[in-house]
């Protein structure tokens, strides 16, 4: 991690709120994510889950509390939220690429427009992202030519070509074939083994033994438990925690 | 011969038989009948019309017209001035269309209930009751003596008089080419497969080669300007007439003012259409990414809604041009109240309206086909079913 970046968490997180209407999307969420941490958010449907991490990228506003990202707090500041896009990648659970642009353009658009990176460079930049989530071959294809996994893995790419500090997952394998989901994950755990800080929304247990420093598991938009993965999968006290880990883990 | 009935193959053939057969005796029954029914009026039918002068003149033209003009001139007079008032009623329409269907899909409340009753008026009241209005509008506008100035132009129930450079004919034409190059060359330079990309330089190259090209415009009105003239001929007073300008006739006025106004609700419909087809999840990504909302919008939201639209778009604009039928109503002089005209003086109804029909259909398919191309050369490549 280079030396010259404030000290202090990447994500730091006190008393967060956030309603929807009259719905409470959010209650009162504590949170802290040291730089380099891999944390795996869990919960039902409607948990609040989505969007608190949403919420660390500014997609959706907080209406209560803090959010400190990289040391610097998200608030109506522009500068600040600008600032912060830069520095937090996110994939998404339907991918989302940009259907009009090639593999190769969808990694490029944001270097070249939002860091001004040339585009030779950020052509290099991208064939070498596209090389790690193993598609380079894909590069001049269009988005809608690719298997769903295949898409997932160029939307990573595109996030990783913009070189964030903290990546952001939302169930990024939730509506793939599971032998799309094994490709998806191998990339995701290259990624964490090199450091990279992570949260990940995702119900990929399996995922989450083996690279989460930390499980977080979250009902009815609170953070009900909060324990490394061993502690987490064998020994869990609460009784919610419990009756989703055996739905989860069931079959 | 009962087993052959039975094959499909043949009852199929025998079907196709008996329809076209069946067409064809129609045709020639309305054939025997027209040519009768002529032929006891004493009309000789034929195209030997075309080139005898019309005897009657026409009151909006952008080409000379004479009453001893033939009437294939004025058929071609007519084209014109359709083709005219249907591409500024095209691009007004356009104008108008975008802005409300933005409004539309605004987040600003007050922005999408102005859009709103803007399309719930104007799409509801039919389009010739529109020309009318705006006709009596216009033409009850005060006399050239106390006529409403704005920018040099002058609003007179007699017209609008607009101001016109004082440039010889073939530097104007000229000037007015490298304008259009200034739009047609950045977006052909956009199809090239080498410069071919969404964002970066390319939009260098083409903001350059479009200023090239306005300032080669600027240097051909500069050079071709008419001696001991100010450059722009403003209408004025003189006695009780106006003199000087260019007049745009009441009649033009109404029928591209209510093209451009029922048409731009439809096309506001088109676009707010286009906007909503675009996936919040492309725009979020790009969000993400750290991209600007402005950014957000040209780089996604905008080419992603374009290509929902064009399809319905054509068709609108088809429509729109068959709406400069509407000249009729109040004397302009379209193509098709040129038609009409001709029928009365000369009684070549079946030819004339045979023409009627071929200048049309040239015209709407030469559209057609120019927006076909352009769907075919942005649609979005593969599968669509995922987003």
Request: proline residues 5%; aromatic residues 8%.
């Amino acid at each position: 991690m280079d030396s010259t970046l404030p000290s202090g968490p990447a994500v730091h997180i006190e008393g967060l709120d956030k309603h929807y209407g009259s719905f409470h999307a959010l209650r009162k969420i504590n949170l802290s994510v040291d730089r380099g941490e891999k944390i795996v958010i869990c919960g039902p449907s409607g948990s609040g889950k989505s969007t608190l991490i949403r919420c660390i990228n500014r997609l959706e506003q907080h209406d209560g509390g803090r959010i400190a990202v990289l040391g610097t707090e998200l608030n109506d500041d522009v500068g600040n939220i600008d600032g912060i896009g830069r520095e937090v990648g996110m994939v998404f659970q339907h991918f989302n690429l940009f259907p009009h642009m090639t593999v190769l353009e969808n990694c490029m658009i944001a270097p070249v427009i939002v860091r001004k990176r040339p585009r030779a460079e950020a052509e290099t930049t991208a064939r070498r992202f596209l090389e790690k989530v193993r598609i380079p071959e894909q590069a001049m294809k269009f988005p809608s030519q690719l298997s769903g996994g295949q898409q997932q893995r160029v939307a990573i790419a595109r996030a990783l070509c913009m070189q964030p500090q903290i990546m952001l997952f939302d169930e990024p394998t939730s509506t793939l074939d599971p032998e799309m989901i094994a490709e998806v994950l191998d990339v995701m755990v290259t990624l964490a083994s090199e450091g990279m800080t992570m949260i990940c929304v995702t119900h990929e247990m399996g995922f989450a033994r083996r690279v989460a420093d930390r499980v977080i598991f979250m009902d009815a938009g609170e953070i009900v438990e909060e324990a490394p993965p061993e502690a987490f999968f064998t020994s869990s006290r609460n009784e919610r925690t419990r009756q989703f880990l055996s739905q989860v883990l069931g079959h | 011969m009962v087993s052959l009935l039975r094959n499909q193959k043949v009852r199929n053939a025998l079907l196709q038989a008996l329809y076209v057969g069946s067409l064809a005796a129609t045709v020639l029954a309305c054939v025997m009948i027209a040519r009768r029914n002529l032929a006891e009026q004493g009309i000789t039918s034929g195209f030997d019309f075309l080139f005898k002068s019309t005897g009657w003149d026409v009151n909006f033209s952008l080409l000379p017209a004479t009453a001893n003009d033939p009437n294939w001139w004025f058929f071609l007079i007519g084209i014109v001035n359709t083709l005219f008032l249907g591409t500024t009623g095209l691009v007004l329409a356009t104008i108008v269309g975008t802005i409300v269907g933005l409004a539309r899909t605004s987040s600003n409340e007050l922005a999408r209930l102005l859009g709103r009753t803007y399309v719930d008026i104007f799409r509801n009241i039919p389009l010739i009751l529109q020309v009318f209005f705006w006709y009596a509008l216009i033409t009850h506008l005060p006399t050239p003596r106390a006529a409403h100035e704005a920018f040099g132009m002058l609003l007179t129930s007699r017209g609008l008089y607009v101001p016109v450079p004082n440039v010889g004919g073939t530097a104007l034409a000229a000037a007015m080419l490298a304008v259009i190059a200034a739009i047609a060359f950045p977006v052909w330079l956009g199809r090239t497969p080498r410069l071919n990309q969404p964002f970066g330089e390319r939009s260098t190259i083409q903001l350059a080669s479009a200023a090239g090209a306005l300032a080669c415009a600027a240097i051909l009105l500069a050079v071709g300007r008419l001696p001991d003239l100010p450059l722009l001929d403003f209408p004025a007073l003189q006695g009780l007439n106006l003199k000087g300008g260019l007049r745009i006739p009441p009649e033009f006025s109404a029928l591209a003012g209510a093209i451009a106004i029922y048409g731009g609700s439809y096309i506001a419909e088109i676009v707010r259409g286009g906007f909503k087809a675009v996936g919040k999840g492309q725009m979020e990504a790009a969000l993400s990414l750290g991209l600007s909302p402005w950014r957000v919008f040209t780089q996604v939201r905008l080419p992603l809604a374009l290509r929902a639209m064009l399809p319905i778009l054509a068709n609108q604009y088809v429509w729109l041009m068959k709406a400069t039928t509407m000249g009729i109503a109040v004397g302009f002089t379209d193509f098709f109240m040129i038609v009409a005209l001709t029928i009365n003086h000369s009684g070549q109804t079946l030819e004339v309206i045979g023409i009627l029909m071929a200048g049309f259909l040239a015209i709407n398919l030469s559209l057609a086909a120019v927006f076909n191309r352009i769907n075919k050369a942005i649609a979005l490549k593969g599968n669509q079913l995922r987003g």
